[in-house]
């Protein structure tokens, strides 16, 4: 079985360039990944043997259906750590490129629970207010005052 990360990194490129081209070509995808050309043409032969692509030398590599399931499946992930990254104050280039590390190694359990968040907050009529407080917060470090509690009261009654 090749390891997880560098397979969901490879078809992650090929998806991006067959999209782009028709195909990925070992040359582009050696640039794109910042390796040597005989160690992509090595692992497309390995994702060819796992059944996520077709490989043809001197032509490049086009994703199989369960190739393009799993490169819909990266998408999709990709899209949910940087959608909550943004929610949480991260500028959206940022996001994006901290999203393609944290996409390789978050646990499926903890994708379910950030995906079931952005949606939550993406579908909120108004804006929660403790978005706002975050962000008071981020800009000053101090907490905004929130009418809601009397600071007066105490709860060691």
């Known amino acids: 079985m090749i390891k ?4 969901e990194e490879y078809i992650e490129i090929i998806f991006v360039l067959q999209n782009r081209n028709g195909y990925a070509k070992t040359g582009k995808i050696s640039s794109e990944m910042g390796i040597k050309p005989p160690s992509v043409t090595e692992m497309l032969q390995k994702l060819q043997e796992e059944g996520y692509i077709r490989y043809e ?3 490049g590599a086009t994703l199989t259906e369960s190739g ?3 490169a819909r499946e990266l998408i999709k992930k990709h899209k949910i750590i940087a959608d909550f990254l943004e929610i949480i ?3 959206r280039e940022l996001a994006e490129a901290d999203a393609c590390q944290i996409e390789h190694h ?3 359990k903890t994708l379910q ?3 079931k968040f952005v ?3 993406n579908n ?3 804006e929660p207010k403790w978005i706002e407080h975050f962000d008071y917060y981020l800009k000053t470090g101090k907490r905004k005052h929130c009418s809601l509690y009397n600071t007066t009261d105490s709860y060691q009654k």
């Open 4 to 7: 997880r990360k560098t397979t």
């Open 57 to 59: 030398p001197y032509k």
């Open 68 to 70: 393009k399931k799993l």
């Open 89 to 91: 104050g991260v500028e």
């Open 106 to 108: 978050v646990t499926f």
């Open 113 to 115: 629970r950030l995906g």
């Open 119 to 121: 949606e939550f907050i």
């Open 124 to 126: 909120a009529p108004h």
